[in-house]
């Protein structure tokens, strides 16, 4: 058997082997999403990549057996674009990252208390800001846990695609 990092790469590739395609998640707007993967190894993250479907991306995970994957929040024209500024920015997701250790007197020593007071944060964020005062509606939000501190909000509606980074600072501040 491997031993170090090899045998947990063993471990996720048969894992990743395993499943069928239509059980993994994807983001909405796939095509043009920029992908990162994370190996086991100590070489550089693998980036700019893009997929044209899901079957591409499976088979690119199978393949490189990746520790972590992330996608950005940003949609591209051509994600596969080494230079930024190559790959036709069409827009973002608004994401609200909430934290519950960043709250005064909130430790992770109690991961209960803390998953708890920052689920009301989210609950209040949605609720008495977001829906009411922006008129954001739920059908475009996704809630999802972030695995370890608290919760992402991710608004996904296609009029705020377009917002700049001082009207979404704006809305921050707002809140």
Same mark, same amino acid.
């Given at each position: 058997m491997s031993s170090g990092w090899a045998?947990?790469?063993?471990?996720f590739g048969e894992y990743y082997g395993r499943q069928d395609v239509?059980?993994?998640?994807?983001?909405?707007?796939?095509?043009?999403?920029?992908?990162?993967? /994370?190996?086991? /190894?100590?070489?550089?993250p693998e980036r700019h990549r893009g997929f044209r479907n899901v079957n591409d991306l499976v088979s690119h995970v199978i393949r490189k057996v990746p520790k972590s994957c992330f996608?950005?929040?940003?949609?591209?024209? /051509?994600?596969?674009?080494?230079?930024?500024?190559?790959?036709?920015?069409?827009?973002? /997701?608004? +994401?609200?990252?909430?934290?519950?250790?960043?709250?005064?007197?909130?430790?992770d020593g109690d991961?209960?208390?803390? +998953?708890?007071?920052i689920q009301d944060q989210a609950y209040q964020l949605w609720y008495d800001f977001l829906e009411p005062e922006f008129g954001f509606k739920s059908e475009y939000l996704q809630v999802t846990f972030s695995g370890?501190?608290?919760?992402?909000?991710?608004?996904?509606a296609p009029d705020i695609w377009g917002l700049d980074s001082n009207a979404r600072r704006e809305i921050v501040s707002h809140i």
């Open positions: 045998r947990y790469a063993f471990k239509e059980s993994y998640w994807v983001p909405p707007r796939l095509r043009t999403r920029e992908w990162m993967f /994370d190996g086991f /190894d100590q070489r550089p996608y950005s929040t940003a949609y591209y024209r /051509d994600p596969n674009q080494r230079k930024m500024k190559d790959k036709g920015l069409l827009g973002a /997701d608004l +994401i609200f990252d909430l934290d519950g250790d960043h709250l005064p007197g909130v430790t991961f209960p208390t803390m +998953i708890s007071v370890h501190r608290g919760f992402h909000l991710h608004y996904r």
